[in-house]
């Protein structure tokens, strides 16, 4: 039997398993890496990923054993818990191309589907970089960072990915993590004083919504978690068509939509369709706020 450990902080709304594994180790008086082989998984076993992303489930047994959470609240804490809400598989693609055609072009949003331009974009999961180049590890906001002690202070899992822009709690932007499990530092950009856009606060509160409770509120109806995710993702996808292969009224739509969102079309991405998770961060935070910028026109 697991000896439970006397002392294990609560896991906070939403946060990454690597952000409370940080802060286990940190009432033991231990390092994380140490926590891991030495006391959560087998002897001999090898080293784990990605945690955020997948952690064993030998892991995710004995760590819901040594605190008393329970296992699904556990498994929840990294992307692999969100399957199939936030992405469909963190499996490879059975043919390639078909997870992307799958999540991105089932609906549409300002553009028909027929005038979906086709690509084949393969080895692709929803949210998750391409590239991991000149990107943030982690964001945190500066307000938690500089009003909360470290041993407190909590990383959620959605500000692993590219989805949101602002804290839920404060309404202010995010601002890059770095270091060993994104605990080492950050370093506020002064890019980031400026107020977040009413739209870009709206919609992040509605994918805080869609993770807390499953459900987002919009004002004709609700749509489950997982229609959320796709129809940000699919709206985010005709954001990039390139404007040339647009009838008339659909990109007149979408170069009403990047001016009021105040950048230029596409994120200033020339010439042939990106793929937005592997564009740097500044680039993808443009695309955020266009998107924002649409569904509030269409709310």
Known sequence: MTQRWPLHPTPGHGE??????????????????????????PPGAPAPGSLDLDAPSELITTLAARTGVPMEQVRRMTIAGWVPWLLDSLQPEPTPGVAFDTYVRQDSV????????HREVVNWRAWLPLNSKNRPVSRVCPVCVESTTARAL??????????????????????????PYAFFGWEHSKANDRPAPRQVVIQDA?????????TVVLPR????????????RTLIEELSIPLSKLRTRPRRAIELIWRKAGHPARAGIVGAARTYETLPWP???????????ALLQKS
């Open 16 to 41: 990454a398993l690597t952000s409370w594994l940080h802060r286990l180790a940190t009432v033991h008086g231990t390092h994380v890496d140490q926590l891991v082989r030495h006391d959560l998984i």
């Open 110 to 117: 300002l553009v028909t589907s027929k005038e979906h331009p």
């Open 154 to 179: 909590t990383f959620p899992l959605i500000m692993q990915l590219p989805i949101t822009l602002t804290c839920p709690r404060h309404g202010c932007r995010l601002d890059a993590a770095f270091g």
């Open 206 to 214: 509605r994918t805080e919504q869609a993770l807390r409770i499953g």
């Open 221 to 232: 109806r609700a749509v489950h978690v997982g229609v959320w995710f796709r129809l940000l």
């Open 283 to 293: 680039q993808q935070e443009m695309y955020l706020e266009a998107a924002a910028t």
